[in-house]
């Protein structure tokens, strides 16, 4: 018997270091662990201790002998990692923390979604060193609230550790505060000694093509943020009277609006969908999704574990034209000799599978698309028709990065259709008074400290973590190691004392913020909202129901005080 990890697997890692056997790959350690799609366990090492999934903050970890018929891919995928990773590499030996001078450090993080939390976690563990976290919405978690999928109810288990981290008496809320607005950056550099910007990636990349800004041509990011009710989107202008849509672009995020358009309103209404969104998709028409990847199946972007989870979704069928499974000259001769990368090689297998299966006729769809791009959007006024073009590998077969790359042949085609969805990726916007790299949307830095510029001097006192610091890649998890270096760049400089001491003192912070107009939520406040959306979704059986108005969260805090 062996344990196995599964689709939740949110990559942080948290498994790897109570591992007695380090049979957990890869580990932070490893190169592999910056590119990964889920971490394996080695069946042929593992001892069934069960430390792992005691640990796992989202339930991703299964012994063999309880996984589900849905989950016994996972059984093949977690063995096919150890047919192509030398994993005798060893753990990182946990970090023996620096002593720290015999003052207080006092730590302003900007953002309060995972990588922010990640950073935190790491830095009170200290009771010397006090946390303030800002974020400008009233409630917490970033991207877990506002980003991962309604019906992926258990990647939203990752809540419990940044709760965990909020409730530590060295670390306070500023929620419902706007730097910028509220506060000014130079009046919290005045006084803290650093300043960490996690403020993620906040808009979406644009394709540049004719028609893009037609009524129905919607940035995913934007979608998504609307159907999990971020207050900013609640009024997302969304038609879904068509019967097809398409979606640009097949990464994670694609997969998931794709999955949201055709799964049965009453499993929806299940979870924590946003209310409005729950009552747009009952009357939808939509009856067809279709995905478009600029390149082959060999690069598409979702990981492995969120396409076959598509094969479960009541009522809808995977389709893809096998035809449209070519391969690159790279990939097919490795796989021909059994020397592909095994991740690959399973996106190649479970395309190939899916691609074989029967469609039930009256199904929704899903409907993959390799090698092909959008070349022009018309309509009038809003979108009807999406013109496309049918790529051709290139003869060198890699781009300036590496990559495979795709060129345009002269073939084209039409797709009628009345809702495009741009999921072509996120992209950070300038820091106000940070410097900004325009190529990569990040704040330059090194290793988590801001530069001035690109290979620039270091800031001191100004850090980064997350998208903003990285660029907008990897799962949530992803975010523990890029919290865990910049909180360690703080902690390094203020034990090498490269960071100056504040020259104000923090304690008017509240009333600082309080005479801008700031009606600042704290720890019992978001508390009371997290009570009082509980309470609300259980009474229709859902684990919250989210309110989604400032107003609204403002009241449940308010109330909860009284
Ligand atoms: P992504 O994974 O980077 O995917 C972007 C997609 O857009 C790719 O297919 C890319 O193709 C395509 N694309 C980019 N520019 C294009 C263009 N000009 N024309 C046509 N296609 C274009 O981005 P994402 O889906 O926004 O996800 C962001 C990160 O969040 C990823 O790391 C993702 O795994 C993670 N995420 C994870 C989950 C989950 O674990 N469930 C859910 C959501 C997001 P190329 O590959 O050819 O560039």
Redesign the pocket.
């Known amino acids: 018997m062996a344990h196995v990890i599964t689709r939740p697997c949110c990559n942080d890692a948290s498994c790897v270091s109570v591992c007695p056997v380090n049979c957990i790959h890869p580990t932070p350690d490893e190169p592999e662990f910056l590119t990964a799609e889920a971490l394996y366990i080695d069946p042929e090492t593992c001892i069934d201790c069960g430390a792992c999934i005691d640990e796992c903050p989202v339930e991703a970890i299964v012994p063999d002998d309880q996984l589900t018929e849905r989950d016994e891919p996972y059984l093949q995928i977690n063995a096919d990692y150890y047919k192509d990773h030398d994993v005798e590499g060893g753990l990182v030996p946990p970090r023996k923390a620096p002593q720290l001078p015999d003052r207080e450090l006092h730590v302003a993080i900007v953002g309060a979604g995972p990588a922010a939390f990640y950073a935190a976690e790491e830095l009170v563990r200290k009771p010397a060193i006090k946390v303030d976290m800002f974020d400008r919405l009233p409630t917490p978690y970033g991207l877990v609230r506002a980003?991962?999928?309604p019906d992926?109810a258990a990647?939203k288990g990752v809540e419990k550790t940044f709760a965990s981290v909020a409730a530590k008496k060295n670390f306070d809320y500023y929620l419902n505060v706007e730097v910028g607005k509220h506060i000014s950056h130079d009046e919290l550099v005045a006084r803290y000694h650093a300043v960490i910007y996690a403020v993620g990636a906040a808009t979406d990349?644009r394709?540049n093509i004719e028609g893009e800004d037609l009524r129905n041509s919607v940035a995913?990011?934007q979608f998504v943020a609307w159907y999990n009710g971020h207050p900013d989107f609640a009024d997302l202008d969304v038609d879904l009277s068509s019967e097809r849509a398409v979606v640009?672009?097949?990464?994670?995020?694609?997969l998931?609006v794709a999955r949201i358009l055709v799964t049965d309103p009453d499993e929806l209404a299940k979870t924590d969908i946003a209310d409005h969104a729950l009552a747009k998709l009952r009357e939808s028409n939509i009856t067809e999704v279709v995905l478009?990847?600029?390149?082959g199946v060999a690069?598409?972007?979702y990981?492995n574990s969120?396409f076959l989870a598509l094969g479960d979704v009541e009522g809808v069928d995977v389709v893809i034209d096998p035809e449209d499974l070519v391969l690159d000259e790279g990939s097919e001769a490795a796989l021909a000799d059994d020397t592909l990368d095994s991740t690959i090689a399973t996106k190649i297998r479970l395309a190939r599978e899916f691609a074989e299966r029967p469609q039930t006729p009256g199904n929704k769809r899903i409907v993959f698309r390799f090698l092909a791009?959008?070349a022009g959007i018309a309509g009038d006024g809003e979108v009807t028709t999406l013109t496309c073009v049918r790529n051709a590998y290139t003869e060198a077969d890699a781009d300036a990065a590496g990559r495979v790359a795709v060129k345009a042949t002269d073939e084209r085609f039409d797709l009628e259709t009345g809702l495009l969805l741009r999921?072509?990726?996120?992209r950070g916007v300038p820091v106000t008074d940070l410097p900004f790299d325009e190529g990569r949307g990040v704040v330059p830095n090194a290793g988590g400290r801001v530069q001035a510029a690109t290979e620039g001097d270091v800031m001191p006192g100004l850090y980064v973590t997350g998208w903003i610091k990285r660029g907008?890649?990897?799962?949530i998890g992803m975010n523990r190691l890029c919290g865990q270096e910049t909180a360690r760049a703080v902690i390094d400089d203020f034990v090498a004392g490269a960071i100056g001491d504040p020259s104000t003192p923090r304690d008017d912070v509240a009333a600082l913020c309080a005479d801008r107009g700031a009606n600042r939520i704290d720890l019992a406040g978001w508390k009371a909202i997290d009570a009082a959306e509980k309470s609300a979704g259980k009474a229709a059986g859902r684990a919250r129901a989210k309110f989604v108005s400032i107003s609204e969260f403002e009241a449940a805090a308010a109330a909860g005080a009284q």
């Open positions: 980003g991962v999928a992926h990647t990349k394709l995913a990011t640009v672009g097949n990464g994670n995020v694609a998931d478009l990847g600029r390149r690069q598409a972007a990981t969120e791009s959008p999921a072509i990726g996120y907008a890649t990897g799962g």
